[in-house]
């Protein structure tokens, strides 16, 4: 009868709480960043949703003086280019290759991994050590992975657009990946001109 009495009342109150449906803590009772759900969800990709992610990584992580919102539009199109979650292969909006993936988990090469990593978990409740390439293709996870990856990067960020582009072609961009720092450097504009 208790029992009963107290799954009713839990029951109504559950049912006339309005929260933010468009808005989640994840992961950890702990996290203190409040993102939506779009930014955990797998391939999802866009303008907003761009922006949601990479105004919460740096705020936790650092800022990157546009470098990671250019880094999106080049790499992807914000996540909207046509191969951008191609089969097998998982480095999301921001196309973070899977062994630049796993250098942003490698505390030994990197000390200074271990405060941003804790940063992480109490931001967002993720255990980066734990998370897999393949989570990169929710956009919360790869502008993490983005981030982590820049950060690696011993030297610091330009401010200009012609020193962003010639770090992305010599830092970001594998030798694989297609692109120059001209290419960088129009679609930047391409996408500011629009």
């Known amino acids: 009868c208790c029992i009963m009495l107290f799954c009713l009342v839990f029951v109504v109150l559950l049912s006339s709480f309005h929260a933010d449906p468009t808005l989640v803590k994840m992961n950890s009772p702990g996290s203190s960043e409040r993102l939506s759900k779009k930014a955990w969800t797998d391939k999802a990709a866009g303008e907003e949703v761009s922006n949601e992610v990479i105004a919460s990584v740096e705020r936790i992580i650092g800022d990157t003086k546009q470098f990671l919102k250019k880094v999106a539009v080049v ?10 979650f191609r089969a097998g292969y998982y480095g999301g909006i921001f196309q973070v290759d899977r062994i630049g993936f796993k250098a942003t988990q490698d505390t030994r090469a990197h000390p200074a991994l271990k405060a941003k990593v804790h940063k992480i978990k109490l931001a967002y409740g993720i255990d980066w050590l734990a998370a897999e390439w393949t989570d990169a293709r929710k956009p919360i996870y790869s502008a993490i992975a983005s981030r982590l990856f820049i950060s690696n990067i011993p030297l610091p960020i330009p401010a200009s657009l012609q ?3 010639e770090y992305w072609d010599k830092c970001y961009n594998s030798a694989t990946g297609a692109g120059t720092a001209q290419d960088f450097i129009d679609r930047w504009n391409a996408y500011i001109h629009g």
Do not use: F
Request: a neutral charge; hydrophobic letters at 25%; proline letters at 8%.
């Open 75 to 84: 790499e992807s199109n914000l996540g909207r280019a046509p191969g951008t």
């Open 163 to 165: 020193g962003q582009a």
